[in-house]
């Protein structure tokens, strides 16, 4: 990962735990707005991989 120690890269992987979570849902959520304001599209959901 590019950090100087092991240390280093567990306090990196600390901070942004449950970061890829958020950035879906708030993803999900724009989609779901965009979905309200079309008509008649179907629902799109988005999850996280890996």
Do not use: W
Request: charged share 25%.
């Amino acid at each position: 990962m590019g950090h100087g120690n092991v240390r280093a890269a567990m306090i990196c992987q600390h901070a942004v735990r449950g970061a890829d979570k958020a950035i879906t849902d708030a993803i999900d959520r724009h989609i779901g707005r965009a979905d309200d304001e079309d008509d008649g599209g179907s629902a799109s959901v988005l999850a996280p991989v890996g």
